[in-house]
């Protein structure tokens, strides 16, 4: 049974930074392609990053040059470096691993001064 839990999220002031992580447990991390999706409230969970098993990066106009996503295979680790962070980036923040459709809990991200 694979399991993804994140962290690091909270309040943050408009401009400021947060890096949240994604451990996953119970099942090979190499392999897959690892996601990040956010949510607010009313509306569909949108697709903000996603990493290959070979690095390779890809990432929503609305966050291209203030997230890095990245990905530690020995720790089984996705993060997502956010930078520049402004008020409509506030979200839920959900790790997700396509192949069998694995989600985490969600991290709450709030951008507000």
């Known amino acids: 049974q694979v399991q993804l839990v994140e962290s690091g999220g909270g309040l943050v002031q408009p401009g400021g930074s947060l890096r949240l992580s994604c451990l996953a447990s119970?099942?090979?991390?190499?392999?897959?392609?690892m996601e990040w999706y956010r949510q607010v409230p009313g509306k569909q969970r949108e697709l903000v990053a996603l990493?290959?098993?070979?690095?390779?990066?890809n990432y929503a106009d609305s966050v291209k040059g203030r997230f890095t996503i990245s990905r530690d295979n020995a720790k089984k680790t996705v993060y997502l470096q956010m930078n520049s962070l402004k008020p409509e980036d506030t979200a839920v923040y959900y790790c997700h691993r396509g192949r069998g459709d694995y989600w985490g809990q969600g991290t709450q991200v709030t951008v507000s001064s």
């Open positions: 119970g099942s090979f991390f190499a392999p897959y392609i």
């Open positions: 990493i290959t098993p070979g690095g390779s990066t």
